[in-house]
């Protein structure tokens, strides 16, 4: 079981940066994948960036070139570091952990509101 915390998150005006962390129960987090998603009022959840083990970044693209995602493995922590944010940004924000085996498993944290003003 990895039990997942997310931070970070708070109100922001539009042009602003935050950066939320999402801090990671287990022993082998440096083999998991992370990964940010977020989810609007009324809309459905949906993927925001994610890292590999290795490194690999990966992101959507309205967040390209403005979040970027990172992980610190001493710490167990995955951030995002969200620049130029824009009130479509607006979204609780979710962690979420990847953990490889003879099957996959997923979990996730509890979220993190995000709110951008305009």
């Known amino acids: 079981q990895v039990q997942l915390v997310e931070s970070g998150g708070g109100l922001v005006q539009a042009g602003g940066s935050l950066r939320l962390a999402c801090a990671a129960s287990?022993?082998?987090?440096?083999?998991?994948?992370m990964n940010w998603f977020r989810q609007a009022p009324g809309k459905e959840r949906e993927f925001v960036a994610a890292?590999?083990?290795?490194?690999?970044?990966y992101y959507t693209d309205s967040v390209k070139g403005r979040f970027t995602i990172s992980r610190d493995n001493a710490k167990n922590t995955v951030y995002l570091q969200m620049n130029s944010l824009k009130p479509e940004d607006t979204a609780v924000y979710y962690c979420?952990?990847?953990?490889?085996?003879?099957?996959?498993?997923?979990?996730w944290g509890q979220g993190t509101q995000v709110t951008v003003s305009s």
């Open positions: 890292i590999s083990g290795s490194g690999s970044t």
């Open positions: 979420n952990a990847e953990v490889y085996g003879s099957t996959t498993s997923n979990y």
């Open positions: 287990g022993r082998t987090f440096s083999s998991y994948g």
